[in-house]
């Protein structure tokens, strides 16, 4: 592999991972579909073992296109190595599992993605590891405070993907460090580009490659990103559970990454636009966007990061129920109603919080998260105004 680590990161999405020598000229490495792997003879199978993980030995590992895509994602990340996993739910659980055993204990932030939660409070449960939540804004003096003799993982997300709080990534991967703690963030929402976890600190990094990775909503994928010191243990977690990434979606992947810093800087763009927008309306009371300069997560947010994403939220006065909230999400057209974000489409989602906190109360009015697209933001805009004027409608 030429060296490339000179490279911007919008270089390097265009470079990285692609081979055309190998593949008969063609721009895109291809889609490779397979299981068994051929050995020449039984010592070329022997000595094939040894890298299982790294060169083609079994499909459920990967091939050179699945190797490829990993690599990609490591080296924007200033990792080691990646491991591709079939969603980002199992990259989380896979990462998680790697590194507790029954009578551990994990620390949490209370505004983690909603099944990462499920996942500590019944699966990790049953298998007799603790889960405590803490407040995302923890200042990281007070986590030692939390930190116990059987406390192995330290899991941050940074913004929460709902409410949109800031970590101080930094401290709190270093007091993780102190006290032997493994430290992970789910970085889905900054993506490889806009914050680098593992040069703050963290040890294992974890991304829904479903949003703007694959940027297009037609893949699920996840990716985790370790250090070395970390790497064959997850990897090892990834392959006894059977975790697989199928290729044809490691293919839109590594197609999403050619395009993926000219969408973010559309997408952000246009979400700064909005937010400044929303910030004028009389209905909205607060919109949570760390890239705001009166957001509480401001200073982090320019401290640690180099962008910010197109997914933020707003939160409606304290007037406005949960029915006048639904005539705005059911008001607009262009927004689809749906999950999942960081495709080229703008989506609206009327957001509950009632079941995804336990360390924190949620105060405020109710909260209407925006992934916005690629769209022509004005138009954006104008389709707001129209939910907007459906809010008010019959109150
Ligand atoms: C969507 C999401 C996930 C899960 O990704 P899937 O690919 O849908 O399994 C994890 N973390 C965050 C922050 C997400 O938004």
């Given at each position: 592999m030429t060296d490339n680590s000179d490279l911007r990161a919008a270089t390097k999405l265009v470079h990285l991972g692609r081979k055309p020598e190998k593949y008969g000229g063609l721009v895109n490495p291809p889609v490779m579909?397979?299981?068994?792997?051929?050995?020449?003879?039984c010592a070329a199978m022997q000595a094939a073992e040894s890298h299982w993980h790294d060169q083609p030995y079994y499909g459920r590992h990967g091939n050179d296109a699945t190797f490829a895509f990993e690599q990609a994602i490591a080296d924007l990340e200033g990792g080691y190595r990646a491991v591709a996993v079939e969603s980002g739910l199992a990259a989380i659980t896979a990462a998680i599992s790697a590194f507790v055993k029954a009578g551990d204990h994990l620390l949490m932030t209370d505004a983690v993605y909603g099944p990462t939660r499920k996942f500590c409070d019944s699966f990790l449960r049953r298998f007799?590891?603790?889960?405590?939540?803490?407040?995302?804004?923890?200042?990281?003096?007070?986590?030692?405070?939390?930190?116990?003799?059987?406390?192995?993982?330290?899991f941050m997300e940074s913004p929460g993907s709902l409410t949109f709080e800031m970590e101080d990534i930094r401290g709190l991967a270093d007091a993780a460090r102190q006290a032997g703690v493994v430290s992970m963030m789910d970085n889905t929402w900054a993506t490889p580009l806009y914050c680098k976890p593992l040069s703050l600190g963290v040890d294992v990094v974890v991304h829904?490659?479903?949003?703007?990775?694959?940027g297009h909503s037609d893949a699920m994928l996840g990716v985790i990103?370790?250090?070395?010191?970390?790497?064959?243990?997850?990897?090892?977690?990834?392959?006894?559970?059977?975790?697989?990434?199928?290729?044809?979606?490691?293919?839109?992947?590594?197609?999403?990454?050619?395009s993926?810093?000219?969408?973010?800087?559309?997408?952000?763009?246009?979400?700064?636009?909005?937010?400044?927008?929303?910030?004028?309306?009389?209905?909205?009371?607060r919109v949570l966007y760390p890239a705001l300069p009166d957001d509480p997560g401001h200073a982090l947010w320019n401290r640690d990061y180099t962008g910010a994403s197109g997914l933020f939220a707003f939160v409606l006065q304290p007037a406005y129920d949960?029915?006048?909230?639904?005539?705005?999400?059911d008001g607009v057209r262009l927004f689809g109603i749906g999950f999942s974000w960081g495709g080229y489409e703008s989506l609206i989602l009327p957001v509950s919080l009632g079941a995804v906190r336990s360390a924190t109360q949620?105060?405020?009015?109710?909260?209407?998260?925006?992934?916005?697209?690629?769209?022509?933001p004005l138009d954006l805009i104008d389709d707001l105004a129209i939910g907007f004027a459906a809010l008010e409608a019959s109150t």
């Amino acid at each position: 592999m030429t060296d490339n680590s000179d490279l911007r990161a919008a270089t390097k999405l265009v470079h990285l991972g692609r081979k055309p020598e190998k593949y008969g000229g063609l721009v895109n490495p291809p889609v490779m579909r397979g299981s068994t792997i051929l050995f020449s003879s039984c010592a070329a199978m022997q000595a094939a073992e040894s890298h299982w993980h790294d060169q083609p030995y079994y499909g459920r590992h990967g091939n050179d296109a699945t190797f490829a895509f990993e690599q990609a994602i490591a080296d924007l990340e200033g990792g080691y190595r990646a491991v591709a996993v079939e969603s980002g739910l199992a990259a989380i659980t896979a990462a998680i599992s790697a590194f507790v055993k029954a009578g551990d204990h994990l620390l949490m932030t209370d505004a983690v993605y909603g099944p990462t939660r499920k996942f500590c409070d019944s699966f990790l449960r049953r298998f007799d590891v603790e889960t405590t939540y803490y407040d995302p804004r923890i200042n990281p003096d007070k986590l030692a405070a939390l930190i116990r003799p059987n406390t192995r993982v330290l899991f941050m997300e940074s913004p929460g993907s709902l409410t949109f709080e800031m970590e101080d990534i930094r401290g709190l991967a270093d007091a993780a460090r102190q006290a032997g703690v493994v430290s992970m963030m789910d970085n889905t929402w900054a993506t490889p580009l806009y914050c680098k976890p593992l040069s703050l600190g963290v040890d294992v990094v974890v991304h829904a490659a479903t949003k703007y990775i694959v940027g297009h909503s037609d893949a699920m994928l996840g990716v985790i990103v370790s250090n070395e010191r970390h790497y064959m243990t997850l990897r090892q977690s990834v392959a006894v559970f059977g975790h697989h990434a199928a290729p044809d979606d490691i293919y839109l992947a590594q197609r999403g990454l050619r395009s993926m810093a000219a969408r973010l800087q559309q997408q952000s763009a246009s979400a700064m636009q909005i937010a400044r927008w929303l910030q004028q309306q009389s209905a909205v009371q607060r919109v949570l966007y760390p890239a705001l300069p009166d957001d509480p997560g401001h200073a982090l947010w320019n401290r640690d990061y180099t962008g910010a994403s197109g997914l933020f939220a707003f939160v409606l006065q304290p007037a406005y129920d949960r029915a006048a909230m639904q005539r705005l999400v059911d008001g607009v057209r262009l927004f689809g109603i749906g999950f999942s974000w960081g495709g080229y489409e703008s989506l609206i989602l009327p957001v509950s919080l009632g079941a995804v906190r336990s360390a924190t109360q949620w105060q405020g009015g109710e909260v209407v998260r925006l992934s916005v697209g690629l769209e022509d933001p004005l138009d954006l805009i104008d389709d707001l105004a129209i939910g907007f004027a459906a809010l008010e409608a019959s109150t």
